[in-house]
């Protein structure tokens, strides 16, 4: 009964990194052959993505209240191909709880009610966004932001587990840059994702522009 249940389970990862690699490939080929604009804004658009997504699980990284789900935040960066579905999945669990929180009858004793009703407002104006962000996370941020997170893991990881180490004085004390990166995977991956993403952006907007100007 164990064998069949995994083996059932094994099918499922593997169905569901077929479908992973197929949405890469079709994406690859919409932006080549159908997105319209130059190489350099195209490439603006992705790397935005990908920019995008480092940052904010860098954020959420940082966040106390959810270091209960250091796990689940973890798979966002992962290499493993199932894990990394599963963290992305988890998370899209959450988006849509945000704004439903905003629509409550009652506030905590001194809040802005101004601000409050007005956030009321901006979250019922939101609510189809979240859900067709849902969609474009699916569709377009998971598969376009799962190679960047290969290579950082790989890097990270290169660091991480080196044999060899180097250390760095200062006012008597010592740090070990393979503990800092140890020690913080997670944050180093969402460093080198997000960062990285969000520089090249850039450099292809301004490209874009001096070479249209």
């Keep these: 009964m164990q064998n069949h249940t995994r083996t059932k389970a094994s099918l499922i990862a593997y169905a569901l990194a077929g479908l992973l690699l197929a949405?890469?490939?079709?994406?690859v080929w919409l932006l080549v052959y159908w997105v319209p604009g130059s190489w350099q804004q195209r490439a603006s658009l992705v790397l935005a993505l990908i920019g995008i997504y480092g940052i904010a699980i860098g954020f959420f990284s940082k966040s106390e209240a959810l270091a209960d789900f250091r796990d689940s935040l973890e798979n966002l960066t992962s290499p493993n191909i199932y894990e990394y579905l599963l963290g992305n999945f988890r998370f899209?669990?959450?988006?849509?709880?945000?704004?439903?929180?905003a629509f409550c009858k009652r506030w905590m004793p001194g809040s802005p009610m101004l601000l409050c009703r007005l956030g009321q407002l901006l979250g019922l104006f939101l609510?189809?966004?979240v859900f067709a962000y849902i969609i474009v996370h699916l569709l377009v941020v998971m598969p376009l932001t799962y190679l960047p997170t290969v290579l950082a893991s790989a890097l990270v990881s290169a660091v991480a587990y080196s044999g060899e180490d180097f250390e760095v004085a200062s006012n008597g004390r010592r740090v070990s840059i393979r503990t800092i990166v140890r020690s913080n995977q997670l944050t180093a991956k969402a460093f080198l994702i997000g960062i990285p993403g969000i520089i090249l952006s850039l450099i292809g907007v301004v490209s874009a522009v001096v070479v249209g100007g």
């Excluded at 899209?92 to 929180?101: E, G, Q, S, Y």
């Design 127 to 129: 609510t189809p966004i």
């Design 92 to 101: 899209l669990t959450f988006v849509p709880l945000f704004p439903a929180v």
């Design 23 to 27: 949405l890469i490939v079709a994406e």
